[in-house]
């Protein structure tokens, strides 16, 4: 059918050539002879002036001579039906797509076959449908005269306006919301839930609802109920998964909060610079401690921290002198800087066995540890880590870090004795400055660099290092008997 449907377009083509070339050299187009410029303004001057009879009536009736209009006539009949198969196929073709459209994904058919994607197996699809778009009626396909969509536009490349329309209006309905005001908070009511954004009453015990307007609470935005004068008690429903930044920040009455257990998230500063705060308990679920969450919390004793932090951030309980924590979580991985800052009430007697990261002044000035023990998980410990942790009096280093970096122990005056891990590469300046306990030091062969006054102040009076081992004149105290591997 593609055949003749060529052979019709071309019969066509060739018609239409012939009688061009029959108007032309009847016109004297083709084949005049060339004539002087003179005579060829006489010949069309004559030719305006005379017109026989005949042409003149066939101009008027638009007939043209027997053998010109039986060529117009074939020519025309055989463009017909060309269109006619040409639009018998596109219907075909449209018919069949329509069909193995609704054909469900690997079904089977009707000759038991079974078929993938509305194709009957063992038939070959043709590059115009073989999953990537039909080409264009401008670009060349070697294919195309075995495929008569190549013709057709893809449906799939149009999207209808009211199509678009309709998207539009369902992205508009899901992020509808409304900003609302109650005599307790105002907040903002989504289509599923409600966050509170700011507490607008005066009681000192509170009762976070569950519900407003029919809406489970589900967050407490930003500084939602920071700076209150009056709050003394807070219970925060079950419903709640979300705490944002700073919401209880610089509540000075502010003594007891009940957090729920779905709680997930709390943002950073969440209870910085309350200080009547006494106690807390964080739910499992929770994987962080913000940066602030209790900073400067001076009067906080109490603390039970969920089974799933992983990340205690800088100065999170920086300055809770009265905070009397036992235990970290297991699965806590990194402590950062200052996180435990003056912490000096604090008796840490397990440590995690996953920690990696200890961040700098992380247990300063916390007097009441008494036994540290790094696993050999650790990676990085910085500076003044344990500084002024005068209470140690038993110190564990596994293998896997590799650097004991400045002031890390300095002045911890409790510590007898310390043996490092042969991954020990480097111990930096000051140290152990001032441990006036350290009667015995084991350095390994791996050791290579010693920083000035690293064991100042301690009372060994003999040690072994590795003789390609640099160190300086003040590394050790200079009553200190050297010896080399």
């Known amino acids: ?93 449209a018919s069949k797509e329509a069909q193995e459209a609704s054909r469900p994904q690997g079904g089977t058919d009707h000759s038991g076959t079974t078929s993938n994607s509305g194709t009957a197996s063992g038939t070959s699809t043709s590059s115009g449908t ?39 209006e369902s992205s508009t309905e899901e992020d509808k919301t409304e900003e609302k005001k109650n005599s307790e908070f105002e907040y903002t009511l989504y ?12 009681a000192s015990s509170l009762d976070i609802p ?14 939602a109920l920071a700076s209150s004068k009056t709050l003394v008690r807070i219970s925060v429903p079950d419903s709640v998964w979300k705490i944002g930044n700073n919401v209880f920040k610089s509540s000075e009455l502010l003594v007891d909060v009940n957090l729920p257990d779905a709680l997930t998230e709390m943002g950073e500063g969440i209870f910085d610079s309350c200080p009547k705060l006494t106690r807390i308990t964080i739910p499992d679920g929770v994987t962080k401690i913000g940066k602030k969450a209790f900073n400067e919390c001076e009067s906080l004793r109490t603390v039970k921290l969920g089974n799933d932090i992983q990340i205690i951030e800088e100065q999170a309980f920086n300055n809770c002198a009265k905070m009397e924590l036992t235990k970290l979580p297991s699965s806590l991985t990194r402590i950062e800087k200052e996180a435990f800052n003056g912490c000096a009430a604090m008796e840490l007697t397990k440590w995690p066995s996953g920690l990696e990261v200890i961040g700098e002044s992380a247990f300063a000035e916390c007097a009441a540890i008494s036994e540290v023990k790094l696993p050999g998980t650790m990676r990085t410990m910085m500076d003044s880590a344990f500084l002024n942790c005068v209470g140690i009096k038993s110190l564990s280093i596994k293998t896997g870090i590799e650097a004991i970096p400045e002031s890390a122990f300095s002045g911890c005056t409790g510590i007898p004795e310390v043996t490092f891990p042969k991954s020990v590469i480097s111990i930096g300046d000051s140290a152990f400055n001032g441990c006036t306990a350290l009667a015995s030091v084991t350095i390994p062969k791996n050791t290579l660099s010693i920083g000035t006054s690293a064991f100042e102040g301690c009372t060994f009076t003999e040690v072994t290092v590795n003789a390609k081992s640099s160190y300086k004149d003040d590394s050790f105290e200079s009553t200190v008997k050297i010896n080399n591997y």
């Open 1 to 93: 059918m593609e055949k003749l449907f060529w052979g019709m377009v071309g019969g066509c083509t060739v018609a239409f050539a012939i009688l061009l070339g029959m108007y032309l050299n009847k016109t004297g187009v083709i084949g005049a002879e060339p004539e002087t410029t003179t005579e060829i303004v006489s010949e069309i001057e004559s030719e305006t002036e005379t017109i026989t009879g005949t042409e003149e009536m066939t101009l008027a009736d638009g007939e043209f001579p027997a053998d010109i209009q039986s060529l117009i006539e074939d020519s025309q009949r055989n463009y017909s039906q060309a269109m006619q198969v040409f639009e018998d196929e596109s219907a075909a073709v």
């Open 130 to 168: 073989s999953g990537s778009k039909p080409k264009t009626n401008g670009s060349v396909d070697g294919n195309r005269n075995d495929d008569h969509a190549y013709f057709l536009e893809d449906p799939s490349e149009d999207v209808t306006e009211t199509e678009e329309s309709s998207v539009e």
């Open 191 to 202: 289509k599923d839930h409600v966050a509170i954004k700011k507490y607008v009453g005066t």
């Open 210 to 223: 569950d519900k407003i307007d029919g809406q489970p609470v589900t967050e407490i935005g930003d500084s």
